[in-house]
């Protein structure tokens, strides 16, 4: 004797099962490859854009604290001669005049270093992870989901059935 929503959730659990199966390995490739590429895209406009020159500071760096850097105006000469100046994060007791390394965009603005391969490599398996996560919470949830709202049915279909036998079996017993 079998109900026709134990059939069902036989049937659901089957699909639900096909789609870990197949949906979660596609969703995560295609997601950790797609974000890997629009990464990889990133870091090739970024090294286009973007090139390190020497610079020197303009003022000493105070400060105790050797963990953070602090913002301090840096001078240099671009490749047309022309003497610009910016802030960059440099290390606290840095003195007055000592060459540091900063990138610069074409408009010579002082700017954040290029991303690197390593960047767009972790973006690409963070995204494929989460895709991986996101399918199967979304397929437990589709069958957590489905299996409330069957049980639901099934005690109501057993509460009705019982208020029609109850009345019987309980005069049985009182004698």
Known sequence: MKRGS????????????????????????????TAYEASMDAVRVQRAERHEVTARLTASVKGDDDRAKQAAQVRWTDSQGLVRTGAAL????????????????????????????????????FVGVMATF???????????????????????????EWDLVEPRWSGRFHR
């Not at 134990?6 to 950790?32: K, M, N």
């Not at 437990?140 to 057993?158: F, K, N």
């Open 134 to 160: 996101g399918v199967a919470v979304g397929t437990y949830g589709a069958w957590a989901g489905t299996r409330l709202v069957l049980d639901r049915g099934r005690y109501a279909r057993w509460d009705a």
């Open 6 to 33: 134990d059939t069902f959730e036989c049937w659901l659990r089957r699909v639900l099962t096909v789609v870990l199966l197949l949906g979660l390995p596609a969703a995560a490739i295609s997601a950790g490859l």
């Open 90 to 125: 440099v290390k606290p007791g840095t003195p007055e005049g000592a060459a540091v390394r900063v990138w610069v965009n074409r408009d010579g603005t002082v700017v954040a270093p290029p991303m690197n391969t390593l960047n767009a490599t972790t973006s690409g398996w």
